[in-house]
């Protein structure tokens, strides 16, 4: 059975890759992969005759930004600017829903300040009523926990920072 690290460094060459669909069978068991590409047909909605002009305008936009990264510094609203400098981030390798621990019920499997080895399940990502257990991929000391039980979380989503031994 495939490691889940290997698993991401597959979905990341395939990412990578003009790859549309990818099967891997070994030993019983079976890894599927399929881009969502979407080839569409654009037709203008007027004819070109017709089509209107476009005017340019020279005023300055206001635009303010939500989060400023810098000299290795995250800082972001409502929360403590944490320096990134010397930590691994651990990634979501799949689009889904991120849970803190196994059951409602029972405590989350790491937290702040909880010590974790390469093979430590830090939450789980739940895709297609499959639970897949995310290992921190790192041997340190968790120093933030980036979402929310229950959250959606995408594909490269941070979802912890972990200080190195």
């Keep these: 059975m495939l490691k889940i690290q290997e ?8 990412d990578q890759s003009d790859i549309e669909e990818f099967v891997f069978e070994h030993e019983g068991s079976k890894v599927e992969m399929k881009k969502n590409i979407v ?12 089509a209107p ?6 005023q300055p936009l206001n635009i303010e930004p939500v989060a400023t990264v810098t000299s290795g510094q995250v800082e972001a609203q409502g929360q403590s600017t944490v320096d990134t400098s010397n930590l691994h981030t651990v990634s979501s390798p799949m689009v889904g829903t991120y849970y803190e621990s ?3 019920d029972t405590p989350a499997y790491v937290q702040v300040g909880s010590g974790v080895k390469e093979d430590t399940v830090v939450c ?10 995310i290992e921190a991929e790192v041997e340190g000391e968790i ?5 929310k039980n229950g959250e959606l979380v ?4 941070p979802l912890f920072l972990v200080k190195p031994r």
């Design 7 to 14: 698993i991401r460094e597959l979905i990341k060459l395939i």
């Design 39 to 50: 080839k569409q047909q654009v037709q203008p909605l007027l004819p070109v005759a017709q």
């Design 53 to 58: 002009t476009i005017q340019t305008v020279s």
């Design 102 to 104: 196994s059951t409602p």
């Design 124 to 133: 789980i990502v739940e895709a297609m009523k499959l639970f897949n257990e």
């Design 143 to 147: 120093v933030e926990v980036l979402v």
């Design 154 to 157: 995408e594909y490269g989503q």
